[in-house]
């Protein structure tokens, strides 16, 4: 089992995308804002620098110009940019990580040591015994590659992503067939606000029940308070979140209604 509560709440780039609540995406203080509103997990994206390490942030080019690749760790920190390991240090150990594999053009050509998901697995296999991971991407081919060293990560989680244009009758069986632990779908996927006149269109319980009979567990990615609800009752197993204050109080508000 990946996420112990249903549906655990992740807080998406730490306490949300852009700049939430006074805090910047993906830096160690929006990660620690999450923490201290009682998150048991955060999603954090990575790229590589040009010196090997892998730097904490969602887009692919600097705000000084040129792709992240380009810059060292050094360069990228001056700018604010975090390393891996720097947030990993920085998060209390009993909170679980995302970690959102970035691939980049040069993974095709650079030698294979060199490649993102490399990177990656060198990490896990430094950390996979201090917290719990998922490890994840757009690219199935980084989490296949990882799933090909699963020996060496221990029980590390794997999950392929799906954005709007992967719909999820094509995301959830590549997912399972790539011996994958998760599929992580944005929201519009999950067909919440269609008309389900037409066979065509599978509603939100039956694509979570199909994940469920095919050994995937389910996170949504990234719905408004009352799209959380939503998915909590179709089955999720986590929403990622960037209102994570909204989010807890709409599922905790349905929990007593139900109740």
Not at 42 to 68: F, K, M, Q, T, W
Not at 107 to 118: E, G, K, L, Q, Y
Not at 124 to 136: D, G, I, N, P, Q
């Amino acid at each position: 089992m990946i996420f112990d509560s249903k549906p655990s709440i992740v807080g998406h780039r730490g306490f949300g995308s852009g700049h939430r609540g006074g805090y910047r995406e993906n830096t160690v203080a929006s990660f620690l804002a999450a923490v201290a509103c009682g998150l048991c997990w955060v999603e954090l994206d990575v790229y590589r620098s040009r010196d090997g390490e892998l730097v904490v942030c969602h887009d692919p080019v600097a705000n000084s110009g040129g792709a992240i690749v380009t810059h060292t760790a050094a360069e990228l920190a001056a700018e604010g940019i975090a390393t891996l390991t720097e947030v990993l240090t920085a998060l209390p150990a009993d909170v679980a990580v995302d970690i959102d594999v970035k691939t980049i053009i040069n993974d095709a050509v650079d030698p294979p040591p060199h490649r993102t998901h490399s990177l990656v697995a060198d990490v896990l296999r430094r950390e996979h015994r201090t917290r719990r991971f998922l490890v994840s991407s757009f690219d199935p081919s980084a989490v296949a590659g990882l799933a090909g060293q699963r020996e060496a990560l221990g029980d590390v989680a794997l999950g392929l992503i799906a954005g709007s244009g992967f719909p999820a009758r094509h995301a959830i069986p590549a997912a399972a067939n790539l011996g994958l632990d998760a599929v992580c779908l944005h929201t519009d996927l999950l067909n919440l606000h269609a008309e389900h006149s037409s066979p065509a269109v599978l509603t939100p319980k039956r694509i979570v029940q199909t994940a469920h009979q095919a050994g995937l567990e389910v996170m949504a990615w990234s719905p408004d308070p009352d799209d959380a609800v939503l998915l909590a009752a179709a089955g999720v197993d986590a929403v990622c979140v960037n209102d994570v204050p909204g989010v807890q109080a709409a599922l905790a508000s349905a929990v007593g209604n139900r109740g």
